[in-house]
């Protein structure tokens, strides 16, 4: 199966500045990669997704890279705010699992 | 939007019952949906996919009998926590792919969990 692992598992940033949060997939076979965004003790919300044909996708201050070379992909946050603080999961997918693989989450907390 | 509705939203059952927890797909059909548990402060962990009209697949480690799904039409799975113990405390969320938008190239939709504590 595939195996997705993410980093870091906690960032904290002051408002106003980017967030960075990576993850790396073990299987080519995966072509899709959303990202999720958990507020505690609320269900997971889609916040951007990325298909395997396309190297970037942006929407406002949210961007996903993507690296199939590398396997890994990236998810970008420019000029923070501090409702963005929450738990973010990267997963990978593929038709050949017809399940999701979700990364170990990454606790990001926006300073004021 | 693809909605997916989850209850109960928190229970507490005493050792020893059972615990039904109810997945619905509000306005698509899904022949397929997930079931994850999620420990505080820790990531989501695929327990099973529920198959309409066929039997769940379960992850290695999930133990079917403890966990019954039943996935009787096309808009609702069920969840059964057998026999409850605290061990199996946790948060629970289900979710299923909008199948009107591709079979698999397409987000997972999730409900709004269930705190199931048992004491």
């Known amino acids: 199966g595939e195996n997705v692992e993410q980093h870091p598992s906690t960032l904290s940033v002051q408002e106003g500045d980017s967030a960075v949060i990576k993850c790396t997939y073990s299987d080519s076979a995966s072509n899709y990669f959303p990202w999720y965004k958990q507020e505690l003790g609320k269900r997971p919300q889609l916040i951007i997704d990325?298909?395997?044909?396309?190297g970037e996708k942006k929407d406002q201050r949210i961007a996903v890279t993507l690296n199939k070379t590398a396997k890994h992909f990236s998810l970008h946050i420019t000029e923070t705010q501090p409702e963005d603080s929450a738990v973010y999961f990267c997963?990978?997918?593929?038709?050949?699992?017809?399940?999701?693989?979700f990364g170990s989450g990454t606790k990001l907390n926006v300073k004021p | 939007g693809a909605v997916v509705s989850q209850h109960p939203s928190r229970v507490i059952c005493k050792s020893g019952t059972s615990v039904k927890i109810e997945c619905r797909s509000l306005?698509?059909?899904?022949?397929?949906m997930f079931w994850y548990r999620q420990f505080p402060k820790q990531s989501l962990m695929l327990m099973a996919t529920?198959?309409?009209?066929?039997?769940?697949?379960?992850e290695q480690g999930v133990e079917k009998d403890k966990f019954l799904i039943n996935h009787a039409s096309l808009t609702l799975s069920t969840l059964t926590v057998t026999s409850a113990h605290p061990e199996d405390s946790s948060f629970y969320i289900c979710?299923?792919?909008?199948?009107?938008?591709?079979?698999?190239?397409?987000?997972?939709?999730f409900g709004n969990g269930t705190r199931l504590t048992v004491t």
């Open positions: 306005d698509f059909q899904a022949t397929t």
């Open positions: 529920s198959n309409e009209g066929s039997k769940a697949t379960y």
């Open positions: 990325i298909r395997s044909n396309v």
């Open positions: 979710s299923a792919r909008d199948e009107r938008v591709s079979s698999y190239n397409s987000p997972l939709h």
């Open positions: 997963a990978a997918t593929s038709y050949n699992f017809n399940k999701f693989y």
